[in-house]
């Protein structure tokens, strides 16, 4: 009889057990995930999304200082389909300093944040944001473009977490005449923060920033973004590997310094390896800031194994003003493939269009050489 007992114990413990993982992930925290009206602040513990569920980000879902969000491989996350334009810039994802997030993605299962709509498009909702607490040349408290979330300290090893395997799309609402979403902001992020595999598509303004920091990134696929591809300001101390940008409305890359003040230190010094830009075939795309916007006072960038196709404007570099970009030219600070970039003749050179730029396979998890 009380072997009998004990076994149905134990067969009740296995289907609780059972039942227990099949529910909503553990969480420490007290905020409550609702699948239908995904949004609030996280203001404390852990929060982990489910990974079965489709959510509907309804506003602005903000991990606090201190908080950590989880998205585990395989989770997709979609914005309100009812959103008008109004309401579409109160829908994003953003990290404060002090939080962490983790997007767990994999080759196989990547995350998804993307339109709800059944005909998306850009602009229909915001993007996501990161702040941390490492160098920014415009001040230690900075505030986001977007969401008003300071940035920015003396901690270039500072940790936001990890992004791999992120697929966004549909981002960049405007906020304002002056303010849009991008498609993935880094604001002060430091070099303990893991990023890697992100596909940044249809951004109503650039598809992937950094605002200072130290942040390094690997294998960055940009396709049609309505403001700049890529782009990084403000003092942004790393090393981007890997990317293939194709749709290119404004600039390919567009590297620069500091808005008020081009040698502000400390200055941009941007490595960027293995790069490939398509202008793309749609009329619209016409690359008007050409591949590489070299901008108020441009900072330090080198360019290895840049590739510039030959449907983008015949000019290479739209070089602006200023004391600061003399400065960097003069002292070979724009270096591209191993010369000193300079403005003589400014058309796309054949130590561009000889190289191969970034390597494609690394993006066939996007499926978007298949299509």
Request: aromatic share 10%; charged share 15%; hydrophobic share 35%.
């Amino acid at each position: 009889m009380k072997k009998s007992i004990l076994a149905i114990l134990t067969v009740a413990s296995i289907i609780f057990t059972s039942c227990s993982n099949d529910s909503t992930p553990d969480t420490t925290s007290s905020f409550e995930v609702v699948v239908n009206d995904l949004k609030g602040n996280i203001t404390e513990g852990t929060v982990t999304l489910d990974a079965n569920e489709t959510y509907t980000l309804t506003g602005g879902l903000v991990v606090k200082s201190g908080a950590t969000l989880i998205i585990p491989a395989g989770t997709t996350i979609k914005s309100d389909p009812t959103a008008d334009s109004e309401k579409a810039k109160t829908i994003y994802v953003a990290v404060e300093r002090g939080a962490k997030i983790y997007i767990n993605g994999t080759s196989t299962k990547p995350v998804v944040m993307t339109s709800g709509k059944a005909s998306p498009a850009q602009s229909d909702w915001g993007g996501l944001i990161i702040c941390g607490d490492a160098k920014v040349n415009t001040g230690d408290n900075g505030s986001s473009e977007v969401g008003n979330l300071l940035y920015g300290g003396n901690n270039n090893a500072d940790n936001s977490g990890s992004i791999t395997y992120l697929k966004i799309a549909y981002t960049g609402s405007k906020f304002d005449s002056s303010k849009e979403y991008n498609g993935v902001s880094f604001f002060g992020v430091g070099s303990g923060t893991v990023v890697n595999n992100i596909f940044a598509f249809e951004s109503g303004d650039d598809g992937i920033e950094f605002f200072g920091g130290a942040v390094n990134a690997s294998n960055l696929l940009i396709v049609n973004s309505y403001d700049d591809s890529l782009d990084f300001a403000d003092g942004y101390q790393g090393t981007i590997s890997n990317v293939y940008i194709s749709g290119v409305t404004a600039a390919g890359v567009e590297g620069s310094n500091n808005a008020a003040n081009d040698i502000k230190e400390p200055m941009t010094n941007a490595k960027i390896n293995n790069i490939s830009i398509y202008k793309g075939a749609d009329a619209k795309f016409t690359a008007s800031e050409k591949a590489i916007n070299f901008k108020e006072g441009g900072g330090i960038q080198t360019y290895t194994n840049l590739y510039v196709h030959s449907d983008m404007p015949a000019d290479f570099a739209k070089i602006n003003s200023g004391t600061g970009i003399a400065a960097r030219i003069a002292a070979g600070d724009f270096k591209v493939n191993g010369i000193n970039f300079v403005t003589a003749t400014n058309t796309i050179p054949t130590y561009v269009t000889n190289q191969t730029g970034a390597n494609t396979s690394a993006f066939a998890w996007t499926n978007y050489f298949n299509n």
